[in-house]
């Protein structure tokens, strides 16, 4: 694929897996093509299917203010995906065929981005970029390399977490969102 609209117009008439059947739209991804930070999150939610972008309710604010207080970053100097571009039914977690089969999409909008630094928002993302199967409680707090792009993961709480249960999760986000910030600042200076 060469470009990101290219690739987002494909995305569009996917029928890979079952949730093709119950979306409104593709949620396939926005921001600056040319972003250093990516921003990874699990899957559209309810408002998120309904407008067709990623993190447009709660998560969606709370992210764009952390962005913003943290890291220094508009929204529209990051790209924001999802693992999966389909909302799965009643919120639910994406199951792996359905990662599986949309991990394509993923994997091509980091290779043409290029990000320096991608921030993965809870488990499932953190999880498919890693490659791994431990939970965010252990994953976050650390900078991992990620293949051999040169580019690294810093995983985070997915802004939900911190909805729910902000005395605990929000000052642990916030000093990943900075971890983010001095990742960039480091790739740059290299």
Do not use: W
């Not at 981005?113 to 991608?118: C, E, L, R, S, T």
Request: aromatic residues 4%.
């Amino acid at each position: 694929m060469s470009t990101l609209l290219e690739l987002a117009s494909i995305a569009q008439s996917c029928q890979r897996c079952p949730l093709a059947s119950g979306r409104t739209h593709v949620v396939f991804g926005e921001g600056s093509p040319s972003a250093a930070l990516m921003v990874v999150g699990e899957g559209p939610g309810r408002e998120e299917d309904l407008q067709g972008r990623p993190f447009v309710g709660r998560s969606g604010a709370l992210l764009d203010r952390l962005l913003v207080e943290e890291a220094g970053l508009r929204r529209a100097e990051v790209y924001i995906a999802n693992v999966v571009k389909c909302r799965p039914p009643n919120n639910r977690d994406p199951k792996p065929p359905e990662i599986e089969q949309c991990r394509p999409y993923l994997d091509q909008q980091v290779d043409l981005i290029a990000p320096a630094v991608i921030l993965t928002l809870g488990n499932f993302a953190s999880r498919a970029l890693l490659a791994t199967t431990e939970g965010i409680r252990k994953l976050r707090g650390q900078v991992y390399p990620f293949g051999d792009t040169g580019a690294v993961v810093v995983p985070t709480f997915h802004p939900a977490a911190a909805l729910r249960s902000p005395n605990e999760t929000l000052p642990q986000m916030r000093a990943d969102f900075v971890r983010a910030k001095r990742a960039i600042s480091d790739a740059a200076n290299r």
